[in-house]
């Protein structure tokens, strides 16, 4: 009996141990939160949330791989005026020299991927912005966050994704030239991508994209605040005069140059000094050196994408580590993964003579080679990577300007000497023909944003060939490296995707 | 522990006071083997309990029992146990009979254990012998062959660097494929943990001289008692335990050189000059041929040392050497009818065939058992231990193929013209590269030659990368027998590592140019504790023997990672993350949380020790998972001893068939390994932008995503022929592996983070047969000859993908796709364009393409910069396309492996060879690629059999400077895939061990020493380093990859081990 008593006592003791045991778990710890992100439920709770979300599209824009470096490297080095030195895959060697394929993966594949990856957090944002308005009320939202708020977010997306798709365009699809935008331009993507599903969709054509870039530009320069509260916000952040700016670009690419003219005619006064007389004063600047020292703030940088020791463009993306020497002494240095072409634009020492200040300034040289300096900032590289400057729209006008009215247009002239002269140029007297002044202004041009990602724009919307250099041959619009392919990983998942 | 150690005196001296007490017979006798040798450490107790003694060096021994005793029990490990009537006997000689069969051998199961007799799943055992005194980190590195179904590959030479384990098969394609480890009952983490390139593998912190046995639980009766993490298999680490009766110290030492082995050769100054230069008169022509300038330059000049002598680099020289490593344990065990204990200190110091490559281990363990009252036991686990990792950067780890500063790569490519040091004896470079020396950059205008690859002398005299890791890992149980049969059971576990990685990268040249210099800390915690509850009961009535066993487990693991990067050093003086630096950035932040709570059971049942069943059941619920996060997982088996029928016994087919067990078994096991914490979650992350902060999508959750499902089939038959001389088990084996986590692929233009989403879609299957045979050729008392050897062929196919015609891509190190997985094939096949060799009228390489219609094909050649693409007859020819032209070469696993082990005795000689050997497979050489680039890299010296006009029948193409396609580095062709088939003397190793009657006379019980050489020969085709290496780490699907990756190394050591 005792020992029965005992048996009875161990087993229930034994069983109560192993069922405490078991039966302890914590359910909570089935369903942990993560510290360090955030569930998509709580995003739009709060306006500082959403304004972190504001800066959060700009962010992706500026990916290394997108606008914050390596697209307007790939802009420059596919023309003349640079030469690769280091051979490297890695480092836009077949952006060079024209023998990239669907698969190459650090141009063809990331461009492409950064650029729609910035899409869609810009399309996840707008509908996310729209999804939750019901929140957006007091006390938590100021009275006038749907109204006012709400709207320049929007409009800041939609300048981006204008600006995004615009940039694609320049890579991936026939310039607009060719066949008045007929050609196949980039799949629209305009909704917000969560999840599965949804994979085909078709390219629209090159004109199709350019009318949702203009209709979101539109949007842009209606919504968009006139300025900002400090230099580095109108000079990182979309203004009202940003999206005008972008404007002059898409008109002048797509060849419309009367709304070039009108459109600049919002920001660049009639004559001198050329200064925006709404929004930020947009000006250019009396030293294209004090523009590209830093901060790089002047009010000459319409849009420039800001870095920081903490938010670095990210290794090989650097516009300073491409284009320094790796020996400088004295001076920052680099990579000196290209150094300009001796046969390029610095061998045309009327254009850009001696004693020019984008030579003398901007041009190093080291190891017998010559190097572009505009970024001179050195490690760890955070000069800002700039999208469009003011002089630019000047440029951008004074060629509408020749084009429509003809060579003796003394505005045009006015605008391209302007440019010119400040960088001590000399300044251009007449012109014999509409040509030479457009030819005249493509080459300031050239001058002028060397390094900046122009290049290429400035070839292709003319149809022209992309030039040749050392080895490497010049290449015909005909060329089916003309322009880049549609990468492999867009092939393999989107079936309606057509070749370039 | 000095407290145990008096226990345990005091116990010995209580045991030996014995003799005085009354009524009590003295028994003395001695104990020899069936072959007549004496049996040194045979335990002889008295039935029932009690007393207890061991036969001392000359097999004898001398026990005092009482009176009422009858039977004494004599048992030794590896021979059969043996009772004997005691009677009105005081001389007791006993034989007892080797065991050669291990079927008596207990076998460690997931919370028990098995007789190896009464199985009915697939468990495989690797004895601790086998792994102790290897020259290796962690104990898995030595296992390589040595058990069926369980293929080790070790993807590259350096140190503590994880081998690649698969338990029959790859057994996923996104999560993990590698086995679940338990410690003693306790599951511990493996793989890379470390942030930098020296890896640091969490299973190198156990000293393989603790591990008693390994066991590995290969089919579903076997390891679904782990239920959703059994998938890859389970291998159970069981460390030592004293035994009772028997005191025992060990010292065991090792001393040991490692060498490089099988290193390409390349070209030497002169003929790297006259390739290149050659190359670039041939870019020349081809320029002046398509109607363009040939302007460039034979910029490939001698440099001279300040004697006047040509400069001719040798890169090895400076990367590799001869490494010295030591290594020593201490271990000392015993037991008493209460309390049995091991403990042992260790202490290796290994240093690799790399520069600067070492590893360091300090470890200590305490196993103690203690009996409290006699149905009440406790008892603890614990093992401390210390580990140091340093490796340069060998860019041999997974990821880094194609770094310009990995020293696998550095002596193939870079230029031997040049110094590796000036004449101030600073190291030669040029920004962040090595110097150009007298060579100039071909393309005009001339100017210095820029090879864009670092000098490896400033890695190695500068930078360094080190993991050193801290963990206690351990468990203390209760046992409670409640009635008799009836054992409950509690552990409590923890296993805590901290890991402090650290890297530090000079301004001076190499990776750290670019950020003026950089030391990064990185400090990762992984916390983990287990608890787990069982209750056992067994019992017999009749010829029914049942064992039920039901339990429950939870499991927490706590990740954290935090760190930060300083760049911009103030001053060189400076080498360390405390130093001064201009910026600081966080870096290697990373959170993770899982749990898991399970709750498990086993019934085993056995009638007349012939009918075999088993039953496995496991209920597991894991936080990783969205909606779905309970799993029910179960395995089955049945098994039929033939040989046990009185039908066998009585026909006399005993005599010839002494074993015979038939056994079969099904279920359903899951994969939660790898999956991320968070993964089913959608989240937002933030960031920065400039100075401001963001926040954006970052994630795509999948809330129905659950576990991936392997169903396991296994049937096969064990045996024992001629009294057990020759004995081997056969297999086969299916894992269906179901709902297959897959990143489906979503297109790029759509956006989404990482481009995809998991869901559960995919299938494959594994199978193959398992055939394990050991024979006793010779037993005799001075000449002993055992062979044991494995077998196992592995057919993986993948049955279903996302859609239908999908091929995932994997790529190595983000940069160059070889590895391509599809429906119908096997996992990470090779997708390359078939090269038709070297067209001998021009010397151009030519492949083939796919013509238009889809089937037929074309053959095009290549002329660099001279024509490009032309067909033979010289038309424009479109560009091949690995994914348009290529086809498939595979599998990239091996197909059959194995092992083969030879143990030899004569006298007190021993001697052990051990071969091990796998094939089947194909390699993609992608190292040998570049050692054919004819941009500046040097080559290999078959380069000089290259075309010219005078060889036509060259086997390289025609060299043409800046031709990186014809070699195959921007064109994956055929050229350079190769079989993988091998045969690999892994260890050899010759020991002498002293006579015992001498031993004793020096009072020690056993003493030993030897030498041995591992990896010895290598028997292979294969043109690279070696056969195994793997690029892509433990890619289920990036296997078969080399890509300047170092190979093994061999080492030879000296060691000795004593027992007192």
Not at chain 2, 310 to 329: A, E, H, M, P
Request: net charge neutral.
């Amino acid at each position: 009996m005792k020992i029965l008593t005992k048996n009875t006592v161990t087993v229930a003791l034994s069983a109560l141990l192993l069922g405490a045991g078991v039966t302890s778990c914590d359910t909570d710890k089935l369903d942990p939160i993560p510290e360090t992100s955030f569930s998509d439920q709580v995003v739009f709770n709060t306006p500082a949330r959403i304004a972190l979300q504001v800066n959060n599209l700009y962010a992706y824009v500026k990916s290394g791989s997108f606008l914050g470096g390596r697209y307007q490297i790939y802009s420059d080095v596919r023309a003349d005026d640079f030469i690769n030195r280091t051979s490297n895959a890695v480092t836009a060697l077949q952006v060079w020299n024209h023998t990239l394929t669907e698969t190459s993966s650090n141009d063809v594949i990331s461009v492409w991927g950064a650029a729609y990856s910035a899409i869609n957090q810009i399309n996840v944002f707008l509908a996310g912005l729209e999804a939750n308005t019901a929140k957006y009320v007091a006390p938590a939202f100021s009275a006038d966050f749907a109204t006012t708020t709400a709207v320049q977010y929007q409009a800041e997306a939609r300048f981006l994704r204008a600006l995004s798709y615009y940039s694609l365009l320049q890579l991936y699809a026939r310039p607009y030239a060719d066949g008045n935008g007929d050609k196949p331009g980039l799949p629209l993507r305009l909704q917000a991508e969560t999840g599965a599903g949804g994979n085909d969709l078709a390219r629209s054509t090159v004109a199709e994209v350019y009318t949702q870039i203009l209709a979101d530009l539109d949007f842009a320069e209606q919504n968009l605040p006139l300025t900002y509260a400090s230099a580095v916000l109108n000079t990182t952040r979309a203004h009202r005069n940003t999206a005008i700016a972008l404007k002059t670009r898409v008109y002048l690419t797509m060849g419309q140059y009367a709304n070039v003219v009108t459109a600049a005619n919002k920001i660049v006064p009639a004559a001198a000094p050329f200064t925006a007389s709404s929004g930020v004063a947009n000006t250019l600047n009396s030293s294209i050196v004090t523009v590209f020292a830093s901060p790089q703030e002047t009010t000459e940088s319409i849009l420039s994408f800001p870095f920081t020791a903490q938010n670095t463009p990210g290794t090989q993306n650097q516009l300073g580590f491409y284009y320094l020497p790796t020996s400088n002494p004295g001076g920052p240095t680099g990579g000196g993964e290209f150094y300009l072409n001796a046969e390029g634009i610095i061998a045309n020492t009327t254009a850009l003579s001696a004693t020019d200040v984008r030579r003398t300034s901007f041009v190093i040289t080291s190891g017998g080679n010559s190097y572009l300096a505009k970024y001179s900032g050195g490690t760890p590289y955070i000069d800002k990577a700039p999208v469009i400057r003011y002089p630019e729209v000047m440029l951008s006008l004074s060629e509408a300007l020749f084009r429509t009215n003809g060579p003796t247009d003394a505005r045009a002239l006015a605008l391209l000497n302007a440019v010119r002269t400040r960088s001590k140029g000399t300044a251009y007297d007449t012109f014999a023909s509409t040509d030479d002044a457009v030819n005249a202004v493509l080459l300031e041009r050239r001058i002028e944003f060397l390094g900046e990602g122009i290049r290429n724009i400035d070839i292709q919307r003319l149809n022209a060939s992309i030039p040749g250099k050392g080895s490497i041959g010049a290449v015909a619009p005909s060329n089916p490296n003309y322009v880049w392919p549609i990468p492999a990983t867009e092939l393999q998942t989107n079936t309606l995707i057509t070749r370039n | 522990m000095r407290k145990t150690l008096l226990l345990f005196l005091l116990t010995v001296l209580v045991l030996t006071s014995h003799n005085l007490l009354a009524q009590v017979r003295n028994i003395t006798g001695k104990v020899v083997g069936s072959d007549g040798s004496v049996l040194p450490g045979v335990t002889v107790v008295v039935k029932g309990g009690g007393q207890g003694t061991s036969t001392d060096s000359e097999g004898s021994y001398s026990l005092s029992v009482p009176a009422n005793v009858n039977t004494l029990v004599y048992s030794f490990i590896g021979y059969d146990s043996k009772e004997v009537a005691i009677g009105g006997q005081s001389t007791i000689n006993v034989t007892l009979a080797a065991n050669t069969t291990g079927l008596d051998e207990v076998v460690v199961v997931g919370y028990g254990t098995q007789l190896r007799r009464e199985l009915t799943g697939s468990v495989a055992t690797i004895s601790g012998a086998d792994v102790a005194q290897r020259p290796v980190q962690s104990f898995e590195q030595a296992m390589q062959g040595k058990a069926p179904g369980v293929n080790i590959t070790t993807p590259n030479g350096v140190l503590n660097n994880p081998p690649v384990v698969r338990i029959r098969g790859v057994n996923s394609i996104s999560l993990s494929s590698s086995p679940l480890y338990v410690i003693d009952g306790i599951p511990t983490y493996s793989g890379d943990n470390s942030a930098t390139n020296a890896p640091n593998n969490p299973l190198s912190n156990i000293n393989p001289n603790d591990i008693e046995s390994i066991e590995i639980l290969k089919d579903a009766a076997a390891a679904a008692i782990y239920g959703s993490r059994a998938a890859g298999g389970v291998i159970l680490v069981t460390t030592k335990r004293g035994k009772k009766g028997q005191s025992k110290v060990s010292l065991d030492s090792w001393a040991g050189w490692t060498k490089p082995f099988r290193l390409y050769d390349v070209l030497g100054a002169e003929d790297y000059m006259m390739i290149k230069n050659e190359a670039v008169r041939n870019l020349n022509a081809n320029r002046v041929a398509v109607g363009a300038v040939g302007n460039n330059v034979e910029g490939f000049r001698p440099s001279y040392d300040a004697d006047g002598g040509l400069v001719d680099t040798k890169w090895y020289d400076y990367i590799y050497r001869t490494g010295f490593s030591t290594s020593n344990s201490v271990n000392f065990s015993g037991g008493t009818e209460k309390t049995s204990f091991y403990a042992s200190v260790g202490y290796t110091n290994q240093k690799g065939m790399l520069e600067n490559n070492d590893f360091k281990r300090t470890s200590a363990r305490v196993n103690v058992d203690h009996k409290v009252y006699k149905t009440f036991t406790v008892g603890a686990r614990i093992g401390y231990s210390n580990n140091y990792n340093s490796a340069p950067n060998s860019g041999s780890l997974s990821g880094s193929a194609f770094g310009t500063a990995g020293l696998g790569r550095l002596p193939l490519v870079l230029p031997p013209n040049i110094p590796a040091y000036n004449a101030d004896g600073s190291p030669a470079t040029n920004g962040a590269g090595v110097g150009a020396g007298a060579n100039v950059n071909p393309a005009a205008p001339a100017s210095a030659l820029a090879p864009g690859y670092y000098n490896p002398v400033v890695d190695l005299n500068y930078n360094y990368f080190t993991s050193e890791s801290n963990q206690i890992q351990g468990s203390v149980y209760a046992n409670w027998e409640v009635l008799k049969g009836l054992n409950v059971r509690t552990t409590y576990g923890i296993d805590n590592i901290g890991f402090e990685d650290k890297l530090f990268y000079t301004a001076l040249a190499g990776d750290g140019f670019s950020t003026g210099g950089n030391a990064t800390n990185y400090y990762r915690t992984n916390k983990r504790w287990s608890w787990q509850n069982t209750a056992q009961y067994d019992r017999s009535f009749g010829d029914h023997s049942v064992s039920l066993l039901v339990g429950g487990e939870q499991q927490q693991t706590d990740i954290q990672r935090w760190g930060a990067q300083r760049t911009q050093i103030a001053d060189d003086f400076f080498n360390t993350y405390q130093g001064n630096f201009t910026n600081i950035a966080a870096a290697g932040n990373s959170q993770g949380f899982n749990y898991l709570v399970s709750y498990f059971g086993r019934l085993s049942y056995d009638f007349s020790k012939k009918y075999l069943l088993s039953f496995n059941a496991r209920r597991d619920g894991y936080s990783a998972w969205g909606n779905e996060k309970w799993g029910n997982f179960y395995g089955g088996g049945l098994g039929y001893i033939v040989s046990e029928e009185n039908f066998w016994k009585n026909s006399g087919l005993e005599n010839a068939v002494s074993f015979l067990k038939f056994t079969g078994s099904y279920g359903e096991v899951g994969n939660s390994q790898g999956v991320g914490d968070f993964t089913t979650l959608s989240t937002y992350g933030s960031g920065l932008y400039g100075v401001n902060a963001t926040l954006g999508y970052n994630n795509a959750g999948n809330r129905d995503l659950t576990w991936e499902t392997s169903k396991k089939l296994d049937v096969g038959f064990s045996f024992g022929l001629l009294q057990d001389k020759l004995q081997g088990d056969f297999s086969y084996y299916r894992n269906t592996i179901d709902g297959l986590i897959l990143a489906v692929p979503l297109s790029p233009s759509k956006g989404v983070p990482n481009n995809s989403i998991d869901a559960n879609i995919g299938s494959m299957r594994n199978q193959g047969i398992e055939f394990n045979l050991k024979a006793n050729i010779f037993q005799k008392q001075d000449f002993s000859w055992v062979v044991s050897g494995n077998f196992t062929t592995q057919r993986n196919e993948v049955l279903g993908l996302v859609t239908e015609g999908q091929r995932i891509g994997t790529a190595t190190s983000g940069l160059e796709t070889v590895n391509y997985t599809r429906v119908g094939g096997s996992v990470g096949e090779i997708l390359a364009v078939p090269s038709l060799g070297v067209n001998p009228a021009n010397g151009q390489r030519m492949v083939s393409i796919l013509n238009a219609d889809g089937t037929s094909r074309t053959t095009v050649q290549y002329n660099h910069l001279g024509g490009g693409w032309t067909t033979l007859d010289g038309q424009a020819a479109r560009t091949p396309n690995q994914l348009t032209d290529g086809e498939y070469y595979g599998p990239v696993i091996p197909t059959w492996y194995g092992g083969i082990d030879n143990s030899l005795r004569f006298k007190q000689f021993d001697l052990n060879f051990f071969i091990q050997y796998s094939g089947g497979n194909y390699i993609y050489n992608g190292t040998k690629a570049g050692l054919h680039d004819q941009r500046f890299w040097n080559n290999n010296v078959d380069i000089l059999d290259r075309w010219t006009p005078e060889n036509t029948g060259g086997t390289w193409p025609r060299v043409v400077y800046g031709d990186n396609v014809s070699n195959g580095s921007a064109l994956v062709i055929s050229e350079n895939v190769e079989k993988g088939d091998f045969a690999r003397l892994r260890n050899v190793t010759l020991g002498y061990s002293l006579n015992p009657t001498l031993s004793s006379r020096v009072g020690i019980a056993n003493a030993r020493v030897y030498v041995q050489v591992q990896n010895a020969a290598l028997i292979t085709k294969y043109s690279g380093i070696d056969p195994e290496i793997s690029t892509n780490g433990a890619s289920n699907t990036g296997a078969g990859v080399d890509r300047n990756s170092v190979g093994q190394a061999r080492t030879y050591t000296v060691g000795f081990n004593i027992g007192f």
